[in-house]
């Protein structure tokens, strides 16, 4: 017996961890984290408080993305520029990423009143504490869009665990220390841990002076700055723009009850996001080479199918159960509202997929697509909010049909592809 115990252990310490399931295990405790962190907020603050705390986090978010732009251009073309291009390039980028921060910081901080009637929440004060961190936020996911181009999954995931630990410690230890509920208190734990985001911090990157780039690069980097753009805002309407229609149409106790709901069943959406961050520079890599593209898109679509139907099957045999072990009996009227939202994250999680693919290989119409079924969400939740069983049909009639396009686009493109390869033989 203790023989066979030393041979598993021989075989363990001969297999490495390799630096993309180390990134892949760092993303999964983030995710738990802030997890964690949402759960003990909702627990403690109940559902009425919790809709304030459910709007600064969807404005987290809606930061999130908006930066990811920045990121994701970042990381493109860390893996395609080489030398004093590359030198040049993020140079710029830093300087583009400073000026929108600043600009969307100022506009949070001198629109913060108007933002707490539109949300109905109880001060203006978190949007104001916000807004003075978000310049920091976009520095950050430029320093995160090297490590990722570069494969650097060690940094890159200290700066997430940074981010995350500091928010939840910062956050939980002011309400348990001055015994605080408030909104500004989640803001000043978000403002903080925006600077332990910036860590490891490379500062070298970082230059002021004029930097110069052709006119062909110049070109590539608009032309996917935009399209990521565009398609970031797909993201930031499909994924928070109902809770924020629902903090509009509804009291805060029925957005409080929905912004929990939202959280567990987006679960498989924030375990899709650690496969997306591995398939851009992947894509780009495999594209760059010459090689196949379409056998990493399968892999991490089988993945996603299975952890979302695995998901959807738990929310849909213990709903009640799951909800009050995470967020307790205060939000038990959620539960038959659980497998349907879960069923509509995991189909949009899916449907993400392919639109990143083709997001990574500088294709147009499936990031339109997304756009499109983005607005359509919005606008049958705009039309559709009888009842939060009704928002939640609207986005499950949204997100099939999304699915369903981009599965019949990337047959189509496959097809398509195939046939020019065979006219070139």
């Known amino acids: 017996m203790n023989k066979k115990v030393m041979q598993v252990l021989s075989i363990l310490k001969t297999r490495k961890i390799t630096p993309e399931q180390l990134f892949m295990l760092s993303v999964l405790a983030v995710n ?18 919790f809709a304030d705390a459910a709007v600064l986090i969807t404005f987290l978010l809606v ?6 732009t920045f990121q994701l251009v970042t990381a493109k073309f860390s893996v395609i520029f080489e030398a004093n291009v590359f030198t040049n390039f993020i140079s710029r980028v830093y300087k583009r990423a400073s000026i929108v921060g600043l600009l969307c910081g100022i506009l949070i901080v001198v629109f913060a009143k108007q933002l707490q009637l539109v949300f ?3 001060t203006s004060s978190m949007f104001v504490i916000f807004g003075i961190g978000v ?10 869009g090297i490590f990722q181009g570069k494969k650097e999954f060690k940094s890159l995931s200290i700066t997430y665990q ?3 630990l500091s928010r939840l410690i910062i956050t939980l230890g002011l309400i348990f220390l001055f015994n605080i509920q408030s909104s500004v208190v989640i803001a000043i734990g978000i403002l903080i841990s925006f600077g332990f985001g910036l860590l490891p911090f490379k500062a070298k990157h970082v230059s002021f002076k004029k930097t110069f780039l052709d006119k062909a690069h110049s070109k590539k980097i608009t032309n996917f700055f935009v399209l990521t753009a565009f398609y970031e805002l797909t993201q930031i309407i499909i994924n928070n723009s109902d809770i924020l229609l629902v903090k509009h149409y509804f009291e805060s106790y029925e957005a409080g ?10 679960i498989v959406y924030f375990i899709a996001w650690m496969f997306v961050m591995l398939l851009l520079p992947t894509v780009v890599q495999l594209n760059k080479e010459g090689k196949s593209t379409a056998p990493i898109l399968f892999k991490y679509v089988i993945y996603i199918a299975l952890i979302a139907s695995v998901i959807v099957l738990a929310c849909a045999i213990l ?6 072990i995470l967020f307790g009996d205060s939000y038990l009227a959620m539960a038959p509202l659980l497998w349907k939202y879960a069923l509509a994250t995991g189909m949009f999680a899916v449907s993400n997929i392919f639109a990143y693919y083709y997001l990574s290989l500088d294709k147009y119409i499936p990031v339109i697509i997304s756009g499109v079924f983005g607005m359509l969400q919005m606008g049958l939740v705009v039309f559709y909010h009888d009842s939060l069983e009704q928002v939640v049909h609207m986005q499950i009639v949204a ?12 047959v189509i493109d496959l097809k398509l592809s195939n046939k020019k390869k065979l006219n070139l033989k």
């Open 63 to 68: 930061l999130s993305f908006v930066a990811m």
């Open 257 to 266: 009850l929905y912004a929990s709901l939202a959280l567990i069943g987006r």
């Open 120 to 122: 109905n929440t109880s």
């Open 135 to 144: 310049p920091l936020y976009f520095l950050m996911s430029v320093n995160r």
């Open 32 to 49: 738990g984290g802030n997890y964690l962190y949402n759960l003990i907020l909702g627990r403690l603050l109940g559902p009425e408080q």
């Open 162 to 164: 940074s981010e995350m």
């Open 399 to 410: 997100m099939a049909l999304l699915l369903c396009i981009q599965i019949t686009w990337f």
């Open 319 to 324: 709903p009640e159960t799951m909800i009050t």
